[in-house]
């Protein structure tokens, strides 16, 4: 009996929550939304450990934060364990998918940052995109037509870029002609973002799963450029456009095609307008434009599989579904061979 009474004003309940929502569906969102917002709200802010004034002597791990357009914002630096400051090296900025924030991008079980910079020796710098939490997660780069809060509140993303870069060449010897940028989806439109208005600070940026979607861009000149894309992203569309996996289209946009993207860096490059193959697989295909003003580059890399992802490392929870990541080719190898051959 007590079974029945229980059962009788649990679905008493639902009719009740129902009737006050308007559908069963739409309340169960709305809560599950509020649950998300109010953890969120209630992570604290990142521990910050460095302290901005002092030089970087050793190698490690090092946590900054800054005050920008009166907003604490962070960034995490790796130093590799063969820097000593005797001989300046490459810094890499690293920047993460809308959504996401410094610690998923820099997690080495995603992306292999940590790992590819000990190989290679650069420093690894990766920013955190503009949030509306104190702690910095669900974050969000103004790259031009997008995304999220940082688009709607205009956050001055180039002038937080800056900041950390003169920050960084203060502390470090860093290779002035050797400072690369590159970032996944919403990260790699910030790294187009780099390319159209620090030119002069930057050698050539790396694009994954990520189009230029800028707004007047206006380089000083002439810069390398990489793009790695899947035919079957299922967020940033391959052809253009956005996928139907944004349910709420205000914090995106209709995003440019790939194809799109590259013609119009083969055309300010001043580049030939065939590629040559340089590498063909059974899941991937790579194609360099040549005879550009100045030496630089443009690089496509195509693959066949693998959604919405960085080839070669794991998807993190944020972007699950669309399938696994490609194994036809690693998006860190061939990002450091393109920035080796320049």
């Known amino acids: 009996m007590t079974k029945r009474i229980h059962r009788f004003n649990s679905i008493l309940l639902c009719i009740c929550l ?19 917002q109010k953890k969120m709200r209630d992570l604290p802010a990142p521990i910050t450990n460095s302290d901005l004034s002092q030089s970087i002597t050793a190698p490690g791990d090092y ?11 962070y960034y995490k630096v790796h130093v590799p364990k063969t820097y000593t400051g005797k001989e300046s090296v490459p810094l890499l900025f690293v920047f993460h998918g809308g959504g996401g924030d410094m610690e998923i991008q820099s997690n080495e079980e995603y992306y292999h940052q940590i790992s590819k910079s000990e190989e290679i020796g650069n420093i690894v710098v990766f920013p955190n995109g503009y ?7 669900i974050a969000t780069w103004n790259a031009g037509n997008c995304c999220g809060e940082a ?46 208005f620090m030119t002069e600070d930057f050698a050539a940026i790396t694009a994954v799963a990520g189009t230029d979607n800028t707004i007047d ?21 391959f052809y253009g456009g956005a996928g139907s996996s944004f349910t709420d289209r205000t914090l995106v946009t209709d995003f440019v095609s790939v194809n799109k993207s590259i ?13 040559k193959i340089v590498l063909k697989n059974q899941g991937a295909q790579c ?24 080839p070669g490392g794991k998807k993190p929870s944020i972007l699950l579904g669309g399938g696994p990541p490609s194994k036809a080719i690693s998006a860190n190898e061939e990002m450091w061979d393109f920035f080796k051959s320049l």
């Not at 949030?131 to 997660?137: A, F, I, L, N, Q």
């Open 18 to 36: 129902i009737a006050f929502c308007g559908c069963e569906r739409g309340c169960i969102r709305s809560a599950i939304k509020d649950r998300f």
């Open 263 to 275: 013609s119009k860096w083969v055309q300010f490059n001043g580049c030939q307008t065939v590629p």
């Open 131 to 137: 949030s509306e939490y104190k702690s910095g997660k």
């Open 287 to 310: 194609e360099e434009y040549s005879g550009c003003k100045d030496g630089v580059k443009v690089k496509l890399c195509v693959t066949e599989d693998g959604g919405h992802s960085w």
């Open 217 to 237: 861009c206006k380089p000083q000149k002439p810069i390398s450029i990489f793009h790695i894309h899947a035919k079957n992203d299922d967020r940033v569309l």
């Open 151 to 196: 688009k709607k509140q205009n956050i001055d993303d180039l002038g937080f870029v800056k900041s950390i870069l003169k920050h960084l060449k203060q502390k470090l010897n860093v290779d002035e002609k050797r400072i690369f940028s590159t970032g996944m989806s919403n990260g790699a439109m910030m790294s187009y973002q780099l390319a159209c």
């Open 63 to 73: 946590l900054f934060s800054i005050l920008h357009q009166e907003i604490p914002r």
